[in-house]
């Protein structure tokens, strides 16, 4: 088990360019997470998946962003049109089920930087 | 609406000092979790301990101690005898029972250990 893998760890892109991170989460893991985090603050909490479903979305995901889990395995995160604003630390993270409540398991993240 | 306050953004200690992080929740229900995350600067963000509401009893892990008191809507973290590995970020974060699996983060305690 070699954890959360998330893909690339940082990207450049020009504002307006198209930018698709991947998260590969923790085999067997069913609840799958994404979460933005700038400078200086904590994770906010964009959207959840279980399986392939995607349960919950935060208003912080707005109609540029778009995450699928085709298969309930990997997932990824995309943004069209990036905006300055959106320079931050997507963070994903993934759960077992075995567990009622149990904690969720961090990547690296992908480090966004937009020019 | 749940909130987590981490009132000292950034502390800094001598090696082999006692230190302690300090955080706050606000929430309306009944059932809730509270969880610590480390976040060194590789950017992962590591889990370190997951307390349920119903449950008061303090815990200690080695270095590591918490105190968990619903009075005062406190879940503070101790370290005792820090060490310069100790550097990182701490987050404090809350799950609420009726929220679903969103974790809502405070904005975190910078704690450097200076040899």
């Given at each position: 088990d070699t954890g959360v893998s998330q893909d690339p760890r940082h990207k450049i892109t020009k504002r307006g360019q198209n930018v698709t991170?991947?998260?590969?989460?923790?085999?067997?893991?069913?609840?799958?997470?994404?979460?933005r985090q700038t400078l200086g603050q904590g994770p906010e909490?964009?959207?959840y998946f279980q399986n392939e479903a995607q349960l919950e979305k935060s208003r912080l995901l707005s109609d540029r962003f778009s995450a699928e889990r085709p298969k309930g395995s990997f997932s990824t995160l995309e943004i069209q049109r990036t905006e300055q604003g959106d320079s931050a630390m997507y963070l994903?993270?993934?759960s077992s089920p075995s567990t009622l409540n149990t904690e969720a398991f961090f990547g690296q993240g992908t480090r966004l930087t937009v020019v | 609406a749940q909130k987590v306050t981490q009132a000292q953004t950034e502390i800094s200690v001598v090696e082999k000092e006692d230190v302690t992080l300090d955080c706050v929740y606000e929430t309306r229900d009944t059932t809730y979790y509270l969880f610590w995350y480390k976040q060194p600067p590789s950017g992962e963000l590591v889990f370190l301990i997951r307390r349920n509401s119903f449950d008061e009893q303090n815990e200690i892990s080695g270095r590591y101690s918490w105190n968990f008191q619903k009075s005062t809507s406190s879940f503070n973290f101790t370290i005792t005898a820090s060490q310069v590995v100790d550097s990182a970020v701490y987050f404090c974060a809350l799950r609420e029972e009726t929220s679903g699996s969103r974790l809502t983060f405070?904005?975190?305690?910078?704690?450097t250990v200076n040899p």
């Open positions: 991170f991947r998260c590969d989460p923790i085999s067997e893991h069913n609840r799958l997470y994404w979460y909490f964009l959207t994903c993270a993934s | 405070g904005e975190g305690t910078q704690l």
